[in-house]
């Protein structure tokens, strides 16, 4: 046992003589990406640093000037009053972003794994349609979309947005998943057709399983554009208090005259941005996993 410490004490020694020392213009490059890295973080940071700290000074305890200043003492005073104001709206957007996002992922899912292994005439042409979805600007389609939510008698309703996101997600959503499939071997498909197995019965039995990694991309992503999506919000609704969602809500947080009360609407924003920071703090590394493994691969 004491040999084969001794062996690789004597291995490790050796590779660290045998590392290429940096030269001068190494060393330079080296110093360059650490500092460019520590300024992209600080620029990152910075928006949350700033509402952090102005959430807990209270309701009139924050000023422009005094904005990067840490608060002397902790005060919750605006958060209570705020939350009030944001509970029913983020409870409505929590409802409308979860029935968008799992049903535009369904519908992706289906849609990836026709265009991937179940090839028919005219499928590329459709497929490039589809992505000629992706790049339609949402202004484009306002009154045409809010026409036909007229017609279909969802206007005045929380699902003109789930409508909304559902017809935009379906796009990104089948690109990610076709793209996904194409990494399944065919054989597991062409055995499938040998024992007798339908479109149906192949996709349920043998390509669902195997979608999980897509599907934990394809729902965060749609989370957090449905939660932060502004303009479907407030053109869609109308501005109403009534459909208002959490985005939408913001602006219900003012001050009254010429008095602005920044510590309500930097624990709006901090509240507001809560839920997509949780979703990527706890199924972030599914995400990535999620990437990895071949969801964005094209």
Request: glycine share 8%.
């Amino acid at each position: 046992m004491s040999t084969d410490i001794a062996s690789r004490v004597t291995q490790s020694k050796d590779i660290s003589r045998n590392k290429k020392k940096l030269d001068g213009a190494g060393q330079f490059w080296l110093v360059f990406r650490y500092i460019a890295l520590a300024l992209l973080f600080v620029i990152a940071a910075l928006p949350i640093y700033i509402m952090v700290i102005n959430s807990v000074k209270g309701i009139t305890g924050v000023s422009q000037s005094a904005a990067f200043i840490p608060p002397t003492s902790l005060n919750f005073g605006a958060w209570g009053p705020t939350w009030e104001i944001l509970r029913e709206p983020m409870f409505r957007t929590l409802v409308f972003v979860l029935q968008s996002s799992i049903i535009s992922a369904i519908i992706g899912s289906i849609n990836g794994f026709v265009f991937a292994k179940w090839r028919f005439k005219g499928s590329t042409v459709i497929f490039t349609s589809f992505l000629f979805g992706m790049f339609i600007p949402y202004q484009a389609i306002m009154i045409p979309l809010t026409q036909f939510n007229r017609w279909a008698g969802i206007g005045g309703t929380i699902y003109v947005l789930v409508f909304a996101h559902i017809i935009y997600g379906i796009p990104i959503c089948t690109l990610i998943f076709r793209n996904y499939y194409q990494g399944i071997p065919n054989e597991l498909i062409e055995a499938a057709r040998v024992d007798g197995a339908s479109m149906v019965h192949i996709y349920r039995s043998i390509i669902l399983p195997l979608s999980i990694p897509g599907f934990v991309v394809v729902l965060i992503w749609q989370f957090t554009s449905a939660w932060n999506d502004f303009l479907f919000a407030i053109f869609l609704t109308g501005g109403s208090p009534k459909l208002s969602v959490a985005t939408t809500a913001l602006n219900f947080i003012t001050g009254s005259g010429n008095q602005v009360y920044y510590g309500n609407n930097m624990t709006a924003s901090l509240i507001v941005s809560i839920p997509t920071l949780l979703v990527y703090m706890f199924l972030g590394r599914y995400f990535l996993r999620g990437l990895l493994s071949g969801s964005l691969k094209g």
